[in-house]
Nanobody, 121 residues
Framework: QVTLVESGGGLVRAGDSLRLSCTASGRAFADFHLGWFRQAPGKEREFVATINYNSRITNYSDSTKGRFTVSRDNVKNTLYLQMNSLKPEDTAVYYC??????????????WGRGTQVTVSS
C-alpha cells in the first residue's frame, strides 16, 4: 500500500508560478512510475505529466509542455511539479498517482486526495 499526500496548491494570478509536492509513504517509492493528473470542474481527469522511476523519462501533455516540469527525489520520497506561466485554464484539482504506466489514468492504482490550483485572469 502507498499513501500519497499533495501540497502546494493555491490561488495565483495568470503568469505566476507554483510548485506542487507529493510525499509518499509505504512501499518502495523509488520503484514506481509516477504521474500528475488534474481535474477541472465539469471535466474528466486528465494527464499532466509523468516520470519514470529513475527520472530519465518524462512525458507532458501538449497543454503543459514547456511550462511545467516534473521531477522526483527518491531519497525524500517526493514528487514535484513546477508550474510556470500559469493560465486560467490550468485551474483544477491536481492529483499525484503512483504505480501506473504511461499516461493511462486507469493503470495507476495509488492516488492522493488532490490539491486545488486556481489561476485568476
Amino acid at each position: 500500500q502507498v499513501t500519497l499526500v499533495e501540497s502546494g496548491g493555491g490561488l495565483v494570478r495568470a503568469g505566476d508560478s507554483l510548485r506542487l509536492s507529493c510525499t509518499a509513504s509505504g512501499r518502495a517509492f523509488a520503484d514506481f512510475h509516477l504521474g500528475w493528473f488534474r481535474q477541472a470542474p465539469g471535466k474528466e481527469r486528465e494527464f499532466v505529466a509523468t516520470i519514470n522511476y529513475n527520472s530519465r523519462i518524462t512525458n507532458y501533455s501538449d497543454s503543459t509542455k514547456g511550462r511545467f516540469t516534473v521531477s522526483r527525489d527518491n531519497v525524500k520520497n517526493t514528487l514535484y511539479l513546477q508550474m510556470n506561466s500559469l493560465k486560467p485554464e490550468d485551474t483544477a484539482v491536481y492529483y499525484c498517482a503512483a504505480g501506473g504506466q504511461g499516461t493511462a489514468i486507469h493503470l495507476y492504482p495509488y492516488w492522493g486526495r488532490g490539491t486545488q490550483v486556481t489561476v485568476s485572469s
